[in-house]
């Protein structure tokens, strides 16, 4: 779209439209907020490039909280992403989390926030990337936009096609395990793009410190349409 500032206006006045992203209630007690910059002592210390290793601290950190769901992420300066060679960059590199994550068990159902057609998916089958990609495509005010499901299983790529339909609150995905899901403790990435750039069943997660005042005009925030009082 050519303004995207008035993709973040526009999801923020119908965020009563939207039905839920996950088959969890995200304003739950079992919720807590997760923290994956380098503050995090636990992560500090475990050795990220075994995913086993990453599950169990994500689970402990979850355990602590006297929570079985984590969300977060959003503009978050991580430092996590040094477990893969994917996100090297030639000069900076890139630690700026344009998504929500949610912290779930694998199998998990995901479903469409609005009514949408698939507007690209694919398997981004590299150590610490997406893995299987469904990238759906909305209309508000009659604004384009798009929203992208990360860390699923491979089963949900089955049956797709560019252009297929799902109406809002249809079942798109599942949450999906590791290594199948790019190698991540099981979770869901969910971004919100104004935008696909050109690009297909791909988009950047990710960016620079210094790429931070593009996307986040670019990607809003996730939670207008999330809405968990967990985030901000």
Known sequence: M??????????????????PVLDADLNAPHVCLLDFTARNLLLQQTDLQNTEAFHQAVQQMLQEQHATVGVGGYLEDRFIYSRSKHFDAEVESRNLHLGVDVWIAAGTAVFTPLDAVVHSFQDNNNFGDYGPTIILQHTLEETTFYTLYGHLNRTSLEGLAAGKHFAKGEKIAEVGPYPENGDWPPHLHFQVMATMEGKFGDYPGVATTAEKAKYQLVCPNPNLILQSRYLP
């Open 2 to 19: 050519e303004n995207p500032t008035a993709l973040r206006e526009i999801l923020s006045r119908h965020t009563h439209a939207f039905a």
